[in-house]
């Protein structure tokens, strides 16, 4: 299955994408919990940033697209993080 690239005109999200595309590949490659759990924390923060932008506009399409896809992608840090708390 090929995962479709999360697409938005969002300069914030454009800005975000390649640095949290590199921290999802390392926790894609971590072998163990423990590194996988420091790298979502590292992907978690990256998505408050997103999730805080100052220039979020409720009406607007691509800001609730952004926010869609950091909210995702902060689910899945968290569940990582709690993954690991639980070994």
Known sequence: MIAKKPETNCPA???QEPIIKDI???INRAKEI???ARFAEELLREMNILLSCP?????KTEC???HCIANLRKKT????IKAEKLT
Request: proline share 0%; net charge positive.
């Open 13 to 15: 999200f454009q800005k």
């Open 24 to 26: 999802t590949n390392k």
């Open 34 to 36: 423990l590194e996988k």
């Open 55 to 59: 220039d979020y506009d409720v009406k």
């Open 64 to 66: 609730k697209n952004c």
């Open 77 to 80: 840090a968290e569940i990582i």
